[in-house]
């Protein structure tokens, strides 16, 4: 059973003048005082274990927590505060989020605090599906009683997919990194483009909503002829008169349901959009 004396220390920190006269000696004392005081080090271990559960709950470590309450600390607003312990909260709660914002979509915290970037739901990867993007969604069904009309060569058949959607993603992200595009910006681009199409009912309207998307193409910094250009390829052009086309579906479904890159690779009309929607290319 603990003793009263040593509950002590813990109840002198949860009072907040005596929070603030603690930090107010702190700085006074000048640089160094947080390194070699002993005091500092047991409010340190009180704040780990004040906000464990706080850390926990947004995937953090305790000192991370612990770490934004120190930088919360040495401010001038926290010891004039008239709540010392409700302004590192704050800072901590804050820091907690935006922690857990920039792991998920994969950023900075900086730019996880924006507005314009934390409205972007997590970063996800279709190897993490239980199963695949293929066998549910809506956006890879096609009707085996529509009349083919492929305007640009042989008919492809239209069987059951023969490679899984992780590796159909990795091959597109590939064959955009031969033609021209940095590797990080077509891997972004395409992760966030096949990420919105799980959600969306269909091939169509994911490419008219991301068409539309300005802050996708900010978070990605691509100019719009390239955003447009990669959808165009990646999703396939809208539209009923070229449903059973190349062109309209698109690289993401021509890999799925069987065709190999070499022949994607001969295929000059694809390899020339890709490489003139490049960023930086020759393109409009």
């Not at 096949?194 to 169509?204: H, I, K, Q, V, Y």
């Not at 909503?209 to 396939?236: E, F, H, K, N």
């Amino acid at each position: 059973m603990r003793t009263t004396t040593a509950r002590e220390p813990r109840s002198r920190f949860e009072d907040s003048e005596e929070l603030r006269a603690l930090l107010n000696r702190l700085h006074e004392q000048g640089r160094g005082a947080w390194r070699d005081d002993p005091e500092a080090a047991a409010l340190m271990r009180h704040a780990a274990e004040k906000y464990a559960a706080l850390a926990r709950k947004h995937g953090l470590d305790p000192w991370e927590a612990a770490s934004a309450a120190f930088e919360a600390m040495r401010g001038a607003a926290t010891r004039r505060a008239e709540d010392p312990w409700a302004v590192v909260t704050k800072a901590v709660q804050v820091t907690c989020i935006g922690e857990e914002r920039g792991n998920g979509l994969l950023c900075s915290v900086h730019q996880a605090r924006r507005p314009r970037y934390s409205v972007f739901h997590d970063a996800e990867r279709f190897s993490d599906r239980e199963n695949p993007l293929s066998d549910y969604h809506p956006a890879f069904h096609v009707d085996p009683l529509a009349e083919p009309g492929d305007a640009d060569g042989p008919e492809v058949p239209e069987a059951a997919p023969t490679m899984n959607v992780a590796s159909a993603v990795e091959n597109v992200i590939g064959l955009f990194c031969l033609l021209g595009w940095e590797p990080e910006t077509v891997r972004a681009a395409v992760e966030y483009v096949t990420s919105r199409l799980a959600e969306a009912p269909s091939r169509g309207s994911a490419f008219e909503t991301l068409r539309r998307d300005r802050q996708a193409r900010a978070l990605l910094d691509l100019p719009g002829s390239s955003w447009t250009g990669l959808l165009r390829i990646v999703l396939g052009t809208p539209g009923p008169a070229l449903a059973h086309t190349k062109a309209g579906r698109g690289l993401l479904v021509r890999l799925l349901i069987g065709e190999p890159m070499r022949a994607l690779l001969l295929d000059d009309d694809l390899v020339l959009a890709v490489s003139l929607a490049a960023p930086g290319g020759d393109g409009p």
